[in-house]
């Protein structure tokens, strides 16, 4: 709310100064703008993990933790790598076989042992279902789990990945219970 905030405040700075006024097209721009902020910082979010998970159990005994965790550019690969795999998905929605499909090309990629439960527990993959229509994500989980559910017919991308990743919609609008 509050970067929403601050880039409705900035954007309406400029069009009262232009001596224009805030219309839908602008409002939307400064939606998607935000959008394209949380989904990236998120998706950093997902590839530190990734990073993390690949640090040997001997690192911090001779020390050499930083080597992984400290290189910007090694995380930034993940991070293009995880937007990758995810971009591959092509759509919002997808099935328990695109779910499959992404885990066992993390685990190629990277030995991401387990992606899709990554996502879910940053907020960026969540299931949608059937006797509400809803997508709940992890953040809203009400039985704490953190693995991805197992087994749905649908799961849904945070709505967010559609400016960061160019996934397409399917299926109408996701609606979410906060």
């Known amino acids: 709310m509050v970067s929403f905030g601050n880039l409705l405040a900035q954007r309406l700075l400029e069009l009262w100064a232009q001596g224009e006024t805030l219309d839908n097209e602008h409002l939307r721009q400064v939606v998607s703008d935000v959008a394209l902020i949380s989904g990236k910082t998120q998706l950093t979010v997902v590839a530190n993990h990734v990073v993390a998970d690949e640090v040997p159990t001997e690192a911090s005994k001779y020390h050499f933790v930083d080597s992984y965790l400290g290189v910007a550019e090694y995380k930034d690969s993940r991070l293009e790598q995880v937007t990758q795999l995810i971009q591959r998905c092509v759509y919002l929605r997808v099935g328990w ?66 400016e960061v990743c160019g996934l397409l919609p399917s299926g109408g609008p996701i609606y979410w219970r906060i």
């Open 97 to 162: 076989p695109q779910i499959l499909e992404l885990q066992a090309e993390a685990r190629a990629l990277f030995g991401a042992p387990d992606l899709a439960s990554v996502l879910w527990q940053a907020g960026l993959l969540g299931v949608e279902e059937e006797d509400d229509g809803l997508a709940h994500f992890f953040t809203m989980d009400r039985l704490g789990r953190l693995r991805l559910p197992r087994g749905l017919d649908r799961y849904v991308f945070h709505p967010s990945l559609r």
